[in-house]
């Protein structure tokens, strides 16, 4: 069965960075065609894609946030760890990961999601 | 302003059809690359509705259909039901943005 957990801060100060991590359960990012992707949400917005990163660690980004984004994965421990620097209050919202599936180019499994507040 | 624009809202009756448009451009939908559709209710992650255009995933009932054509493509719903009541987004792949959603579309039954 697969599942996905974010898990980090929940509240952050302007101008920290921001590390979540994405703990994987029931496949792995070794595996040939697969990835791992960031999505965020604003309170009472529409989803934004952040980041992804492949099987073969090739990461793409969000060119707005190119700058401040950086998304590493450590197969071993199955999970996926979203570093996003330089916070302010406009970033705040619910991040979720998501597995994609590169056959079909889906987000065919979702995190529960995590809601970082950043405020001073 | 998103990429991908839809409907901030649609309404319909229980039993009836309604459909929420997705309208792209030719950096996505229009050089072909495919769209998805998510299901979201409040305090929920968003859940994989239609994948490939006109594809539902095992589970989601056939009430739900997807189509494509030219830079826009469709959620259609048949047969509404109350538990439909949520946000819709559709989903694709831009040639400069890389992945993008729409804006999100509110179904309200009445």
């Known amino acids: 069965q697969i599942s996905l957990k974010e898990s980090g801060p929940t509240l952050l100060k302007p101008t920290e960075t921001l590390t979540l991590t994405c703990t994987l359960s029931?496949?792995?990012?070794?595996?040939?065609?697969?990835?791992l992707g960031w999505i965020r949400q604003p309170p009472g917005k529409a989803l934004e894609w952040l980041g992804l990163i492949y099987w073969d660690d090739e990461k793409r980004y969000r060119p707005s946030l190119k700058r401040r984004l950086t998304i590493t994965k450590d197969t071993s421990k199955n999970q996926v760890v979203l570093t996003m620097t330089n916070m302010d209050p406009v970033d705040t919202g619910t991040f979720y990961c998501?597995?994609?599936?590169?056959?079909?180019?889906?987000?065919?499994?979702w995190g529960q999601g995590t809601l970082v507040t950043v405020s001073s | 302003q998103s990429v991908l624009r839809q409907p901030p809202s649609v309404s319909g009756a229980p039993g009836q059809r309604v459909t929420i448009s997705c309208t792209g451009s030719?950096?996505?939908?229009?050089?072909?690359?495919?769209v998805n559709w998510y299901q979201q209710f409040p305090g929920t992650a968003p859940k994989l509705l239609i994948y490939?255009?006109?594809n539902r995933p095992s589970g989601v009932p056939d009430r739900f259909s997807g189509s494509k054509s030219g830079t826009s493509a469709s959620l259609a719903i048949t047969g509404l039901q109350a538990e439909d009541e949520a946000d819709y987004y559709c989903?694709?792949?831009?040639?400069?943005?890389?992945?993008?959603f729409g804006g999100g579309t509110k179904l309200t039954v009445l």
């Open positions: 030719s950096s996505n939908i229009g050089t072909g690359y495919d």
């Open positions: 998501a597995r994609y599936f590169v056959p079909f180019k889906k987000f065919d499994f």
């Open positions: 989903q694709s792949y831009d040639m400069n943005l890389n992945w993008v």
């Open positions: 490939d255009n006109n």
């Open positions: 029931g496949f792995s990012l070794s595996t040939n065609e697969v990835g």
